[in-house]
């Protein structure tokens, strides 16, 4: 356990940015499951709105050092693939 005010203060500013990080994380992976319902129904257009919500989420996650950038662009680029694949050919 740590002894000093200095360690101890952070202890609790770490306990309070995991909280933080967590929250934001499970926020992230709701919006990417709103996706994949989406695009699993055959929704085109709310598989696309919610595309551009996830970016816009993983954007903001990486911005704020939650994801990191090559991870946020792995799951944009998956998420995408998967879009397209379900788009209608023309």
């Given at each position: 356990m740590a002894h000093g005010k200095s360690a101890k203060k952070r202890i609790r500013q770490n306990a309070a940015r995991r909280l933080h990080n967590r929250q934001a994380k499970s926020a992230l992976r709701t919006t990417v499951k709103k996706l994949t319902v989406a695009v699993g129904a055959g929704d085109a257009a709310a598989a696309t709105a919610a595309y551009h919500?996830?970016?816009?989420?993983?954007?903001?996650?990486?911005?704020?050092?939650?994801?990191?950038?090559?991870?946020?662009?792995?799951?944009?680029?998956?998420?995408?693939?998967?879009?397209?694949?379900?788009?209608?050919?023309?």
């Amino acid at each position: 356990m740590a002894h000093g005010k200095s360690a101890k203060k952070r202890i609790r500013q770490n306990a309070a940015r995991r909280l933080h990080n967590r929250q934001a994380k499970s926020a992230l992976r709701t919006t990417v499951k709103k996706l994949t319902v989406a695009v699993g129904a055959g929704d085109a257009a709310a598989a696309t709105a919610a595309y551009h919500g996830v970016q816009k989420k993983l954007d903001q996650a990486v911005a704020k050092g939650i994801v990191r950038k090559g991870t946020a662009d792995r799951v944009k680029s998956r998420l995408a693939a998967r879009l397209a694949a379900k788009a209608p050919k023309k």
